[in-house]
């Protein structure tokens, strides 16, 4: 169901050219280090595919293996024909049909929360990096340390036992219609605030505080209502689930634009 529900939302954007800046490039500033490195590189749970594409556009000496579950890898396979150094593959994160050890980085963007066993993939991304090998992470935040969006996620799991059952086309519908009135009454102002040195900190905290068009959020509020499967964590909770499997010199820290975290470790070669 998961499969279906993403392989539709990334099948809008077959026809859409890449952007310069997606994903990527938000994790890039964080991490601060080159994330693309040594010969190869894997993008796990790739979606549509863009950020595949600006990595391997980027660094054309640099071969990126880009996987997904859904069929948004078909997307994928056709924005980056162009592109010499990727190849496709239609996989999932928790069985992944490749050799033990063989890259030197991996990138996932948002994918091990919407699986039904985080830590497993976790597992299987340690499992085809090499030993001191990065890998880098995008993970929903639960947002215990602020009030108004934890209130707001509680409502939000409600709703989905009945949002989750709708027809995928519907809900798609209903995502853009709703998406300029979630635009207006809480992008906008965060937006406003974020002027302000007084205000600023305020700002992070109003939900959907990224949205930039008026259906700019289309895509995210399928996303937060569509989605089969939903984990969110604490800083704690990464940490331990990437010691636990093996990783080393861990940091992790946040996109504020989008109120999650972005979480990187290394290997132990031992």
């Known amino acids: 169901k998961t499969e279906k529900t993403y392989g539709f939302l990334w099948s809008k954007m077959k026809d859409i050219l890449p952007p310069k800046e997606w994903h990527f490039n938000r994790m890039q500033e964080v991490v601060g280090e080159s994330i693309v490195r040594g010969r190869q590189g894997i993008d796990v749970g790739s979606g549509c595919g863009y950020d595949t594409y600006i990595m391997a556009k980027n660094n054309p000496g640099v071969r990126l293996v880009s ?67 990065p890998a880098y992470l995008y993970l929903y935040d639960d947002h215990r340390d602020n009030p108004t969006k934890y209130f707001i996620l509680k409502i939000i799991r409600i709703l989905r036992l009945i949002t989750t059952r709708i027809p995928r086309r519907i809900l798609y519908v209903i995502s853009f219609l709703a998406s300029p ?54 800083k704690e909770d990464i940490m331990d689930m990437l010691r636990r499997n093996g990783f080393v010199n861990i940091k992790i820290d946040r996109i504020r634009s989008i109120a999650g975290w ?9």
């Open 262 to 270: 972005v979480a990187w470790g290394y290997k132990a070669n031992d």
């Open 67 to 133: 996987m997904d579950s859904s069929e948004g890898i078909y997307t994928t396979k056709e924005i980056t024909s162009t592109l010499n150094n990727v190849a496709a593959v239609r996989s999932s994160v928790l069985d992944m049909a490749l050799k033990d050890n063989i890259f030197d980085f991996a990138y996932s963007f948002g994918v091990l929360h919407h699986t039904p066993d985080p830590e497993g993939g976790l597992k299987e991304i340690a499992r085809v990096i090499k030993k001191g090998a």
């Open 181 to 234: 009135f979630v635009v207006i009454f809480f992008s906008y102002p965060a937006r406003f605030f974020s002027r302000f040195k007084a205000t600023s900190s305020f700002s992070e905290k109003i939900p959907f505080n990224f949205g930039k068009g008026l259906f700019s959020l289309t895509g995210d509020l399928y996303d937060r209502f569509g989605a089969p499967i939903e984990y969110r964590f604490s």
